[in-house]
């Protein structure tokens, strides 16, 4: 039998070179693993892994002729394989008029022609230029393509394994059936309607032409990412590839809130993490996303993994996957479909696949309306800004997109909380945004007040009247400009080139004992919020042992005249103390060891429990008696409160006795200015506008020291004409208008 093989095999090398198109020193093999403590060792003698069934142990893999021999060394006995795939590749590629797969020159020219026959939902682009100059293509697909709007974006791409094209294909019908019955078919016109999807059926153009999984450079694009860890890709010579390069600057510049790429090689929907084996904080929305796709494709639903779908660790480990990179550095719902086990399946067989695929692939995008969609407004102007959003869960922080200041995120049933923070403005937390199943859809106008400041230091001219204070061990607090030489260290400054940190040099030192001091008059005060850019990397915590208690971290307290109390961002910290830190008692709270590859980020802590006193805030690190790592870097603080300007003085003289309301004009066509005289200072005034069903469509709390707020409210595109009513409420005083739109 296995000579058999052989010379069949033999014959298929002898075609291959023949056609000269074809890698032609690497074949397919049949190898019976054990178990998966067997994986790690074949994985560093084969080329790659086509499939692998933990449950029968059973692997595909392509190895060279070294690879074959360390194989049979070690007794693992592989059986080489026919390798249809290369037939079908070599067939694909030497008649390219005679068969369904379009070759790259094929593709441009559908790409180009869908561009120009439907112009208004399609823009054709591109993300760059491949190792051999081919361009890669983007199909934009939307309604009002000419126009940035505030809808969720959605990325699906193909073969990106350059010998996987089965997902070009069915992205070019994708984008054939979107395009050709738009307007006709109710499904597909609510997709191109509501969201902005970006389509790159080909990622690999060079590897496809050359009907190999690599680029041009023999790299494997799919292990060519950032790693989330910290580290780079898994190839030991990486460096970052041009179709790679592209992909991140295209992406990092869009808002892609989901996505997904497509394989073959197996039957499976695959979601992150690759590289760890730690469950991803959104573990059971791609559960959930994945079995919609998998229970929508038989195939894969009853195939070889249990409902089709696998942990990408728990398949096999990768290093520097798209999934993994682009759901760490963009938050976005990143899964990979695998669509037939055949790398390069005969193109007789693609109707039956796309057949089986299509509901999957139209009900992904479907999923992708749903979410939340915000957008972050100023309170006074109703004009949209640049803000930041943490998410709670999956806890991270995103960036809203600009002009409409959208911001964008899938969620499961439940209740979540964000907390958003722009520059210049008071920041704020939402609480409370439910969703009563797992694919519904909120819509949220967060409105930011503009903020005064109490106090502000980018240290660059001065410490910014900070003070360290020393105990038993060293104080490690040090102001001035740090050495930034380590690659996996902050590498820049927030702003300018000086900052406070745990010892500038580089690491902080062992058994330290290290507060820094920011005293703040908060008497005149009685709102105050706490911002300011922070970076810190200490003695890593287990990321498989989450949640664990952490040697060396910081936390923040506040001191009063009367009482010292830890505060913490809205979101809380990451973990607890060991009793090996050396100024932190053992069990409080603390920010320890953070995500390797986390950027500069801002932190938030609210002090209006500490308002109309004087206070000290104090950054507290420890450590223990070994292990260093770089620490705590701190930037642009800053104390703010609601700002007083909104605030019109003339009526502090004459105040009303109630709440009182005007809204002009009224009705009103886009935009209206709701006026509201606030008797009692210095209450929060809560503004709330409901519809005829009493649903509320908008909601923000306002800071009134006193007289009259003003503000502008210009409702989101997505509500309709009708009879709204304004509710403007404080602790005692409660007052509802009318107010009628007609669009
Ligand atoms: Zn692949």
């Keep these: 039998m296995k000579r058999a093989y052989f010379f069949i095999f033999l014959t298929i090398i002898a075609l291959a070179k023949i056609s000269s198109c074809l890698q032609n020193d690497e074949f397919p093999v049949r190898i019976q693993l054990s178990g998966r403590w067997q994986l790690g060792e074949v994985k560093q003698i084969i080329m790659y892994v086509e499939d692998y069934s933990p449950k029968t142990g059973e692997m595909k893999a392509y190895v060279d002729w070294e690879g074959y021999a360390k194989l049979l060394q070690l007794g693992y006995f592989p059986v080489v394989l026919e390798d249809t795939s290369a037939i079908n590749a070599q067939y694909a590629l030497t008649h390219p008029d005679d068969v369904m797969y379009h070759n790259y020159t094929q593709l441009s020219t559908w790409a180009h022609n869908l561009a120009v026959s439907y112009p208004s939902i399609v823009r054709l682009d591109s993300i760059g230029p491949s190792v051999q100059g081919r361009w890669i293509w983007c199909l934009r697909i939307t309604d009002n393509v000419s126009m940035n709007e505030k809808e969720p974006e959605f ?75 910290g580290v780079t890709g898994e190839d030991g010579t990486y460096s970052l590839q041009p179709e790679t390069a592209a992909l991140i600057s295209y992406l990092s510049q869009r808002q892609t809130s989901f996505a997904a790429n497509f394989h073959t090689g197996a039957v499976v929907a695959n979601y992150p993490w690759d590289f760890d084996t730690v469950r991803a904080p959104d573990d059971a929305l791609f559960i959930d996303r994945c079995l919609a796709y998998s229970s ?12 089709g779908i696998t942990n990408g660790y728990d398949w096999y480990e990768a290093d520097g996957s798209l999934q993994d990179w682009d759901y760490h550095e963009n938050c976005a719902l990143h899964i990979t479909i695998e669509l037939s086990n055949t790398f390069w399946p005969s193109d007789a067989s693609l109707p039956s696949i796309w057949a089986n695929n299509y509901e999957a692939m139209v009900h992904l995008l479907e999923l992708a309306i749903s979410g939340l969609h915000g957008i972050v407004i100023d309170s006074v102007t109703g004009n949209p800004i640049s803000a930041r959003i943490w998410f709670d869960q999956p806890g991270r922080w995103v960036k809203n997109q600009m002009p409409h200041g959208d911001f964008h995120h899938q969620f499961l049933a439940g209740t979540y909380s964000i907390t958003v923070v722009a520059d210049g403005y008071y920041p704020k937390r939402v609480t409370g945004i439910y969703f009563p199943h797992d694919s519904a859809s909120v819509n949220l106008t967060v409105a930011l007040v503009p903020a005064d400041t109490i106090y502000f230091s980018n240290f660059e001219a001065t410490n910014g009247g900070l003070t360290t204070q020393s105990f038993t061990f060293y104080q490690d607090w040090e102001w001035g400009t740090p050495s930034l030489s380590d690659p996996d260290g902050p590498i820049y400054v927030p702003s300018g080139s000086k900052l406070w940190t745990t010892r500038l040099s580089g690491d902080y030192r062992d ?68 009793t090996y830190n050396f100024l932190i008692p053992s069990g409080d709270s603390i920010f320890a060891d953070d995500e390797p590859g986390t950027p500069w980020h801002k932190s938030i802590i609210f002090l209006d429990e500490f308002c109309g006193q004087p206070i000290s805030i104090w950054w507290d690190f420890g450590s223990s008696t070994r292990n260093r790592q770089l620490g705590w870097y701190i930037d642009n603080v800053a104390i703010v ?15 009303p006795e109630q709440v009182k309301m005007e809204i002009s004009p009224n009705p009103f066509n886009s935009n209206c200015v709701i006026s509201i005289e606030i008797a009692n200072v210095a209450e929060l005034l809560n503004l709330e506008i409901l519809d005829v069903n009493g649903r509320s469509v908008h909601e923000e709390c306002l800071h009134a020291k006193s007289g009259v707020l003003r503000m502008v409210w210009k409702p989101t595109e997505d509500i309709p004409s009708g009879i709204y009513f304004v509710n403007a409420k404080t602790e005692s005083q409660s007052i509802t208008r009318r107010a009628i739109l007609i669009r």
């Design 155 to 229: 990325f699906y791409g193909s073969t990106i394994h350059g010998n996987e094209p089965v997902g070009t294909e069915f992205l070019i019908w994708l984008c054939d059936s979107l395009t050709q019955r738009y307007g006709t078919n109710a499904r597909l016109t609510r997709i191109v309607d509501s969201l902005d999807l970006y389509i790159i059926p080909m990622i690999n153009p060079d590897g496809n032409a050359l009907a190999r999984r690599t680029n041009a450079n023999s790299v494997d694009l799919n292990r060519n990412f950032p790693v989330p860890d």
């Design 296 to 307: 929508r494709y038989p195939t894969m639903y009853y195939g070889d993994f249990d409902q």
């Design 511 to 578: 058994s330290s004992q290290s507060r820094l001091i920011l005293s703040a008059n908060l008497t005149e005060h009685t709102h105050a919020a706490l911002v300011f850019d922070e970076w810190y990397r200490f003695q890593a915590v287990t990321w498989a042992t989450v949640p664990s208690v952490a040697h060396d971290g910081g936390r923040i307290r506040v001191a009063t005249s009367s009482d010292t109390v830890t505060v913490k961002p809205p979101w809380g910290y990451v973990t607890q103390t060991s």
């Design 641 to 655: 409160e609601p700002s007083s300007a909104l605030v019109a003085n003339d009526f502090v003289e004459n105040l």
